[in-house]
């Protein structure tokens, strides 16, 4: 079958790093992305790995091992506005779309 | 570009109502997708549309939900008749690929209350 499992809850203060882990399973993986989601409002892209290693984007990375099926987002020097859900998302060859996690909501302390 | 448009915002409706969401993707996106979100299910894919054929429909929940693609600025999604179940808020949104390479640009969302 197909699944998604991330954390439900962070908890991290300002200024801080703080990792999100999402697992998969899934035939044919195409590659995993990443969306932020701010209370009331609705979800926004903020990267995409389909390849193994990091990539980075300003203060926000995201890693992929396609061979242990996993993924994090890294959310480095936290600022309170990044108090929001990140979903993981995976896209399917064989679906041609892609299948959300529940996601992982992070509060942000001063 | 505007985004990807949805009306109404908000709807609350009567059970057994007829329900009608609309949306407008992006200009030159070739793939639109319907998502529901509730607290118990998460965002869940209801169907999608490439090149305003439905490609595929198997999230839909049963027979009283319906979407339409007439052209490639507009899509519909019609919930007929409404149940108190079907509460959530439903987004629309829209790529030019399936495979979420570039991501996928969501709208507002609508909120739906069955009472």
């Known amino acids: 079958g197909q699944s998604l499992e991330q954390p439900s809850e962070v908890t991290a203060v300002e200024g801080a790093i703080v990792q999100i882990n999402c697992t998969y399973q899934t035939s044919g993986f195409y590659g995993l992305s990443w969306y932020q989601q701010h209370d009331g409002g609705a979800p926004t892209f903020l990267s995409y790995?389909?390849?193994?290693g990091l990539e980075e984007t300003g203060r926000f990375s995201s890693f992929l091992s396609r061979s242990d099926s996993y993924g994090y987002l890294l959310l480095q020097e936290l600022q309170m506005k990044d108090s929001a859900s990140y979903f993981c998302?995976?896209?399917?060859?064989?679906?041609?779309?892609?299948?959300f996690g529940d996601g992982t909501t992070l509060t942000v302390k001063p | 570009d505007a985004g990807v448009i949805q009306s109404p915002r908000h709807e609350v409706t009567e059970m057994g109502q007829e329900v009608t969401l609309r949306c407008k993707p992006i200009s030159g996106h070739d793939y639109l997708f319907w998502y529901r979100q509730t607290m118990m299910r998460g965002l869940e894919l209801l169907i999608y549309?490439?090149?305003?054929?439905?490609?595929?429909d198997s999230g839909m929940p049963e027979d009283r939900f319906s979407a339409k693609m007439p052209n490639a600025s507009f899509s519909t999604l019609k919930i007929q008749p409404s149940e108190p179940r079907d509460s959530a808020v439903y987004f629309c949104?829209?790529?030019?690929?399936?495979?979420?390479?570039?991501?996928?640009?969501f709208g507002s969302g609508t909120r739906l209350t069955v009472v």
């Open positions: 790995n389909a390849l193994d």
């Open positions: 949104a829209s790529s030019p690929m399936p495979t979420g390479a570039v991501g996928y640009t």
């Open positions: 549309f490439n090149n305003n054929v439905p490609i595929d």
């Open positions: 998302a995976f896209a399917n060859t064989n679906a041609g779309k892609s299948t």
